[in-house]
C-alpha cells in the first residue's frame, strides 16, 4: 500500500543551526511534493512545491530536494529561529493530480 | 482577500448528536477539501470536490458523515449522530484546478469538534 513516513519523534536543535526534515514515501511516484508548515491551533500553510522533473528548490531560508529514486524528500532550514518552531508536514498527490494526502508531520522546535 | 473561512470554529456536542461545518472556500477555486485531523497527526482527507462533484469520497465514513457543496461554492460536513471517536479538529481547504500551476492547498482554521 502507498505510505507516506515522516519523522514522529521532534526535532530540537539550537538557534542558527540548520533543520533537516524528511518525508519518504513508498509504492507511488508522484508528479510533485508539497511542503507545508502547521502551527498549534492553526490550519496547514503551504511553504514549497517541488516536482519530480526538480532536484532542488529555494525559498530565502527553505531548501527543498526531491530524490525520485530514493523516494525521498529532505527539507531544510537554514539559520534557524525559534519562530520557525512548528510541525512540518509533506503531502504528496496520491491517486489523482489533486488528491492531496498529508504525511503525520514532524514537530520542530529552535532553542535560543 | 479572505482566506478560507470555517465555522464554528469549536463545538462540543453530546455523542449521538448531529453536528454541522460550514466552509468558504477563496473565491475561484474550484477543488474543496475536507480532512480530519486528530492530534499528533497529519490530516486524513475524507472527500474532495472539484465543483459540485464528490471526486473522492473513498475515506468518507458513509454511515454518518455527509457533505454538500451547493453551486459549486460553499460546503457543510454533517455527522450525524456522532461518537466520542469523531472528535478532532475538521479542516476545510481549497485549491485551484488540476491542469494550473499553481496546486496548493489553502486552509481554513477548522472547527475543533469534542464529542462528550
Known amino acids: 500500500s502507498q505510505k507516506i513516513e515522516q519523522n514522529s519523534e521532534a526535532l530540537n536543535i539550537q538557534e542558527g543551526k540548520t533543520a533537516t526534515l524528511t518525508c519518504n514515501y513508498t509504492?507511488?511516484?508522484?508528479?510533485?511534493l508539497q511542503w507545508y508548515r502547521q502551527d498549534p491551533g492553526r490550519g496547514p500553510v503551504f511553504l514549497l512545491l517541488?516536482?519530480?522533473?526538480?532536484k532542488e528548490k529555494r525559498k530565502e531560508r527553505l531548501k527543498v530536494t526531491f530524490d525520485t529514486t530514493l523516494k525521498q524528500s529532505l527539507f531544510h532550514i537554514t539559520a534557524s529561529q525559534p519562530a520557525d518552531s512548528a510541525t512540518y508536514l509533506c503531502?504528496?498527490?496520491?491517486?489523482?493530480?489533486?488528491?492531496?494526502?498529508f504525511g503525520a508531520g514532524t514537530r520542530l522546535a529552535v532553542h535560543p | 482577500e479572505a482566506g478560507v473561512v470555517q465555522s464554528p470554529r469549536y463545538k462540543i456536542i453530546e455523542k449521538k448528536q448531529p453536528v454541522a461545518f460550514w466552509c468558504n472556500p477563496i473565491?475561484?477555486?474550484?477543488?474543496l477539501y475536507w480532512y480530519r485531523q486528530n492530534l499528533g497527526q497529519g490530516p486524513e482527507l475524507l472527500i474532495r470536490?472539484?465543483?459540485?462533484?464528490?471526486?473522492?469520497d473513498s475515506q468518507l465514513p458513509k454511515d454518518r458523515f455527509s457533505a454538500e457543496r451547493l453551486k459549486g461554492v460553499d460546503s457543510t460536513l454533517k455527522i450525524q449522530p456522532a461518537e466520542l471517536g469523531d472528535s478532532a479538529v475538521y479542516l476545510c481547504?481549497?485549491?485551484?484546478?488540476?491542469?494550473?500551476?499553481?496546486?496548493?492547498?489553502?486552509f481554513g482554521q477548522g472547527t475543533r469538534l469534542t464529542v462528550v
Open positions: 481547504a481549497s485549491s485551484l484546478a488540476p491542469g494550473t500551476t499553481y496546486t496548493e492547498a489553502f
Open positions: 509504492n507511488y511516484s508522484p508528479a510533485y
Open positions: 517541488i516536482r519530480e522533473n526538480e
Open positions: 503531502a504528496l498527490p496520491l491517486g489523482g493530480y489533486n488528491k492531496l494526502i
Open positions: 473565491s475561484g477555486h474550484n477543488t
Open positions: 470536490y472539484e465543483n459540485e462533484e464528490a471526486v473522492d
